[in-house]
């Protein structure tokens, strides 16, 4: 079946604009996960949800991030006034329910920001 | 939440075995071990994960020690598509930390 998709694959913009990552859950996952990944090192978790309720967003770097899932489904990343050091590739990611209290995470091909 | 060590790098010749270790000795009694890739530029892949037994599936096998401190993923028969950044995760509920993992070079 269909993966995780995201959207744009590539963004480049200017400082101080915002700009807005679209992600796609695989259908029936549960929980919606968004990392940013630097080059050379690992994804960073930033927020996650389950359902539509973030449940977490104890990474997202400061209050220009924020992150929404209406209704449960496609979520949004939002970066507002984008600075140089927003730039990396931002990685969402889904996950089926619990079971037995564990569950893997699929990972979309990411959205690479370039903040000019 | 319990953090995990891995060696920067590792080599294995096309064929053999390799054994990619994972120290986390501050492991929590609910805390699972997951095993991710990364290949190139691609999202990270799911391969493995366990809690205290032993797992084996098609890609790998994970051998957890008996007090849960450490950790070894096994690819039985590395080829040169199994060259990638290895993370190994321990995780809490709903939270991963990736770190910097090991990047596993299989030669010919």
């Known amino acids: 079946g269909a993966g995780v998709s995201q959207s744009p694959r590539y963004k480049v913009t200017k400082r101080g604009q915002d700009v807005a990552l679209r992600c796609d859950p695989i259908?029936?996952?549960?929980?919606l996960y968004w990392y940013r990944q630097a080059l050379g090192q690992g994804p960073e978790f930033l927020t996650y949800?389950?359902?539509?309720?973030?449940?977490?967003k104890s990474g997202l770097p400061n209050d220009r991030f924020s992150a929404e899932r209406p209704e449960g489904s496609i979520s949004t990343l939002t970066i507002q006034r984008t600075e140089q050091r927003d730039s990396a590739m931002y990685r969402c990611?889904?996950?089926?329910?619990?079971?037995?209290?564990?569950?893997?995470?699929?990972f979309g091909p990411g959205t690479r920001l370039t903040v000019t | 939440d319990a953090k995990t060590t891995q060696p920067p790098s590792m080599d294995c010749a096309e064929g053999r075995a390799a054994n990619l270790p994972c120290n986390h000795s501050?492991?929590?009694?609910?805390?699972?071990v997951y095993w991710y890739r990364q290949i190139h530029s691609q999202g990270p892949q799911y391969i493995i994960h366990?809690?205290?037994n032993n797992e084996t599936n098609e890609m790998a096998s994970l051998i957890i020690t008996e007090d849960r401190k450490s950790s070894t993923l096994i690819l039985p028969h590395a080829t040169l598509r199994d060259t990638a950044v290895y993370y190994c995760?321990?995780?809490?509920?709903?939270?991963?930390?990736f770190g910097s993992g090991t990047k596993l070079n299989v030669k010919p």
């Open positions: 501050t492991i929590s009694g609910n805390e699972y």
């Open positions: 995760i321990v995780r809490p509920f709903n939270k991963f930390y």
């Open positions: 990611a889904s996950s089926p329910p619990l079971r037995q209290g564990s569950s893997e995470q699929y």
């Open positions: 949800f389950n359902y539509e309720a973030q449940q977490d």
């Open positions: 259908s029936g996952h549960v929980s």
């Open positions: 366990g809690l205290k």
